[in-house]
Antibody, heavy 122, light 107 residues
Framework: QVHLVESGGTVVQPGRSLRLACEASGFSFNSYALHWVRQAPGKGLEWVAVVSFDGTNNFYADSVKGRFTGSRNDFNTLYLQMDSLTYEDTAVYYC????????????????WGPGTLVTVSS | DIQMTQSPSSLSPSVGDRVTITCRASQAIRNDLGWYQQKPGQAPQRLIYAASNLQSGVPSRFSGSGSGTEFTLTISNLQPEDFATYYCLQFFRYPYTFGQGTKLEIK
């Protein structure tokens, strides 16, 4: 059974750094791209970043480019390093698995973690 | 970036109603679109993938259609557990982009 569990969310001051982790289980970790999606309080969903299956081909939303860095290790853990945090980064951060369905030749997000809350506050 | 315009932003239907939610992409995205349901305090869940394919376990009253730039999510015979927020999401190109969401509230 696929499980994704985020951790590391906390209250942090503006300008500081924070690293989130997502522990994955129940699937072949190195075969899937993993994403970070966030949701500010009372707002909609925002795609943040993708870490490719091997961690070498990553992309970021303009809102976090240059400040956030995604990575993964060989032990089923995805990371999001968040630097120079601003109030606008306050959100629940979800770890999400992307799957590609060859029968319809399209991608989708099939599994989501429960999320971890990051609050940027002075 | 591909903009996803979702409408309406909110609806107040009654149990048993038929509801249609629309997403329009700023450029053609083939069938690279999914629909997600989110209930308060929970992570989103996949309903539809590749525009019209129903996720296993999702009731057949949910259906998706469209291709290119126009997509719809239809919920027939609305049930109490369907009152939630719905999002479309394009997978055609990075950055992946969500629609603004449609909140179904009980009338």
């Amino acid at each position: 059974q696929v499980h994704l569990v985020e951790s590391g969310g906390t209250v942090v001051q503006p300008g500081r750094s924070l690293r989130l982790a997502c522990e994955a289980s129940g699937f072949s970790f190195n075969s899937y791209a993993l994403h970070w999606v966030r949701q500010a309080p009372g707002k909609g969903l925002e795609w943040v970043a993708v870490v490719s299956f091997d961690g070498t081909n990553n992309f970021y939303a303009d809102s976090v480019k240059g400040r956030f860095t995604g990575s993964r290790n060989d032990f089923n853990t995805l990371y999001l390093q968040m630097d120079s945090l601003t109030y606008e980064d306050t959100a629940v951060y979800y770890c999400v698995r992307e799957t590609f369905d060859y029968s319809v030749r399209s991608s989708s997000f099939d599994y989501w973690g429960p999320g971890t809350l990051v609050t940027v506050s002075s | 970036d591909i903009q996803m315009t979702q409408s309406p932003s909110s609806l107040s239907p009654s149990v048993g109603d038929r509801v249609t939610i629309t997403c329009r992409a700023s450029q053609a995205i083939r069938n690279d679109l999914g629909w997600y349901q989110q209930k308060p305090g929970q992570a989103p869940q996949r309903l539809i993938y590749a525009a019209s394919n129903l996720q296993s376990g999702v009731p057949s009253r949910f259906s998706g259609s469209g291709s290119g730039t126009e997509f719809t999510l239809t919920i027939s015979n609305l049930q109490p557990e369907d009152f939630a927020t719905y999002y479309c999401l394009q997978f055609f190109r990075y950055p992946y982009t969500f629609g603004q969401g449609t909140k179904l509230e009980i009338k």
